[in-house]
């Protein structure tokens, strides 16, 4: 059974087990395993713990290995690849008693005082933040605003306060970003209908599971506030689909990019 979790800022504490462990515990889930994008938060808080406060993360790329029990703790092992004056490089791999179920890289820039260019900018078609189709669950507070057509959007924020920690805003990030890409892949397979039309559910036709998972975070934004996550579809081959998504502050600040590779496989028997 998972440990009761009522905020961010708590699921984020983890407890150190020796030089560069640390272990952190997990609420329970509905749908059995262990949420891909807690295991990548908590991973990246690692990380952090490790590094120098006046570095900020930029970009992190992780591989899920095996699904998580939410109860058993998961042990989270840092490696300290390299510490640049600019830049620091760590490696954090999640375990269970068996084996590894996340291997997670992820690099720290110091801040610089250099030229902002913003390219990207925020959907016209998304209505105001906070708006949309309440499907909250957990921590995380989803309001959503499309799904279909090769695309899953949706105002997210999760359960705060988080005060104005840098640390826990990235993580809370990363904790969401992992949230629409399945259902982003999905709206590019013909199958997808029959779930919509309430014929099927998605587990009766597909077997869907996060893969990689690269985020790029640009600019700082409160992650306790709501937050556009928009995901389009890239296609699918292979059993496999991949999304790209951009994540913005309500006003129009673009915070990160998120590329994720999905299994999206149609169940034979």
């Known amino acids: 059974m998972g440990s009761p979790v009522e905020d961010f800022a708590t699921l984020m504490k983890l407890e150190p087990h020796g030089s560069d462990v640390f272990?952190?515990?997990?609420?329970?889930?509905?749908?059995?395993?262990?949420?891909?994008?807690?295991v990548i938060a908590q991973g990246l808080r690692a990380a952090m713990a490790t590094v120098d406060p006046d570095h900020l993360v930029h970009s992190v790329h992780a591989y899920f290995i095996r699904g998580g029990n939410s109860d058993e703790p998961?042990?989270?092992?840092?490696?300290?690849?390299?510490?640049?004056r600019s830049f620091i490089t760590r490696r954090?791999?999640?375990?269970?008693?068996?084996?590894?179920?996340?291997?997670?890289?992820?690099?720290?820039?110091?801040?610089?005082?250099?030229?902002?260019?913003?390219?990207?900018?925020?959907?016209?078609?998304?209505?105001?933040?906070?708006?949309g189709t309440n499907e909250d669950w957990g921590l995380l507070a989803r309001r959503v605003v499309h799904r279909g057509d090769r695309r899953a959007s949706s105002?997210?924020?999760?359960?705060?306060?988080?005060?104005?920690?840098?640390?826990?805003?990235?993580?809370?990030?990363?904790?969401?970003?992992?949230?629409?890409a399945t259902t982003a892949v999905g709206t590019s397979?013909?199958?997808?209908?029959?779930?919509?039309?309430?014929?099927?559910?998605?587990?009766?036709?597909?077997?869907?599971?996060?893969?990689d998972h690269s985020i790029w975070f640009h600019r700082s934004a409160p992650a306790d506030e709501w937050q556009l996550h928009e995901f389009r579809s890239h296609g699918l081959t292979?059993?496999?689909?991949?999304?790209?998504?951009?994540?913005?502050?309500?006003d129009g600040t673009h915070v990160a990019t998120v590329a994720q590779d999905v299994l999206i496989r149609e169940r034979t028997r």
């Open 189 to 211: 397979h013909p199958r997808i209908a029959e779930v919509a039309l309430g014929n099927s559910t998605f587990g009766d036709i597909f077997i869907g599971a996060s893969l």
């Open 155 to 180: 105002w997210m924020k999760v359960a705060g306060p988080l005060g104005d920690d840098p640390i826990l805003h990235a993580c809370a990030v990363a904790y969401a970003s992992d949230d629409l």
């Open 74 to 84: 998961i042990r989270f092992e840092v490696d300290r690849i390299r510490n640049g």
């Open 92 to 131: 954090v791999v999640a375990r269970q008693s068996e084996g590894a179920i996340l291997n997670l890289s992820c690099s720290f820039q110091v801040v610089e005082d250099q030229i902002d260019v913003q390219e990207s900018s925020l959907p016209t078609d998304v209505g105001k933040p906070g708006s």
């Open 23 to 38: 272990v952190g515990l997990s609420p329970d889930y509905s749908w059995g395993r262990v949420y891909g994008g807690q």
């Open 238 to 250: 292979g059993g496999r689909g991949l999304t790209i998504g951009e994540i913005f502050a309500s």
